[in-house]
C-alpha cells in the first residue's frame, strides 16, 4: 500500500524538469527574439525573418524535427533577460553579447556571430570618432553595451537612451542625437533602408553573440546540444551561408 502511494500515483502527462526533455515533451520550444533587428530579427509584410530567425529554425528542425515547432515571443534589448529568467522563453536568439555582468545571471552558448560596435551617423555630420562625441548627443539602446563604450570613450558626451533600435534611430533622423552607438550588424539594416546615413569605419568592441539559456542544472543538457547544433552548423557552412544571405559586404571596408 505504501509502495502503490508513493509510485502508483505518478503524473504520466507531468512535463519533465530538465528543459531539454520538457521540450521534446511539448513538441515545441518558445524562443525569444528580436522583431526590430533587421537584418537579425524583423517583420516584412508579416512574417518574421531574419539572421536570427534562420539560426533559430535550424535549431528548432535539428531538436524537434520541423522548424514550424518554435513559438516566437518579441523582445527588446531591455526585456530579454527578465524574460528568460522569468521563463517566459526557453531560450534567447536575439543579437545578445556575452559579457561578465550578464553571465553572473544566465547562461551562454558558443558564440555563433561576431559584431563590433560602430557609429551611424548622417552623411552631413562632421563626426567622424566616437571622441569627437564629447560635449555632443550619442543615442544608445537600453539594455545594451552601448552605453558603457560611450562613457569610456566619450565621457562627456550626453547619453539618450530608448528601447529599441527604431527609436533610437527617430532620434537622428530628427537630429535630437548626432550619432547613435551600437553593433555593426543592426546598424547596416538601417543604411540600407534609409539614404543619407552612414555608418563610421571604426569598431569599438568586439561582440560575440551566444543563444542566452537559465542558469542551472536542468538547462545543462539543453546547452549541450545546443553548442553541437552550433558546431555542426559552423562546420558545415550552415552560418557562413546565413551570413551570406542576411549580411553580405557588411565587413568590407571595416
Not at 531538436?63 to 517566459?88: C, F, M, P
Not at 552558448?109 to 566616437?130: F, M
Not at 542558469?215 to 546565413?242: C, D, F, S
Request: with cysteine; net charge positive; proline share 3%.
Amino acid at each position: 500500500m505504501v509502495f502503490l502511494g508513493l509510485f502508483g500515483c505518478t503524473n504520466p502527462n507531468r512535463e519533465p524538469k530538465d528543459l531539454l526533455a520538457r521540450i521534446k515533451f511539448r513538441n515545441k520550444i518558445i524562443i525569444g527574439i528580436k522583431s526590430d533587428s533587421k537584418p537579425f530579427g524583423y517583420i516584412e509584410k508579416g512574417e518574421l525573418k531574419g539572421f536570427d530567425v534562420d539560426v533559430a529554425k535550424n535549431i528548432t528542425k535539428r531538436i524537434l524535427g520541423d522548424e514550424e515547432l518554435a513559438e516566437y515571443v518579441y523582445v527588446t534589448a531591455d526585456s530579454r533577460i527578465s524574460d528568460l529568467n522569468s521563463g517566459k522563453v526557453d531560450i534567447v536568439i536575439a543579437t545578445m553579447s556575452i559579457n561578465s555582468k550578464r553571465a553572473d545571471i544566465i547562461d551562454f552558448t558558443i558564440p555563433y556571430y561576431v559584431a563590433g560596435q560602430a557609429l551611424i551617423i548622417k552623411n552631413s555630420s562632421k563626426i567622424n570618432s566616437i571622441e569627437s562625441l564629447n560635449t555632443r548627443r550619442a543615442g544608445i539602446i537600453l539594455g545594451t553595451t552601448g552605453e558603457k563604450t560611450i562613457r569610456q570613450l566619450a565621457p562627456n558626451a550626453t547619453v539618450i537612451g530608448k528601447k529599441n533600435y527604431n527609436e533610437a534611430f527617430d532620434l537622428l533622423k530628427e537630429d535630437k542625437v548626432d550619432a547613435i552607438l551600437a553593433d555593426d550588424s543592426i546598424l547596416y539594416g538601417f543604411v540600407l533602408d534609409n539614404k543619407g546615413y552612414k555608418i563610421l569605419p571604426a569598431r569599438y568592441t568586439k561582440e560575440y553573440y551566444a543563444i542566452a539559456l537559465r542558469q542551472g542544472e536542468e538547462n545543462k543538457e539543453l546547452k549541450e546540444e545546443l553548442n553541437k547544433i552550433l558546431n555542426h552548423m559552423q562546420q558545415t557552412g550552415k552560418l557562413n551561408r546565413i551570413k551570406e544571405k542576411w549580411i553580405p559586404n557588411l565587413h568590407k571596408g571595416a
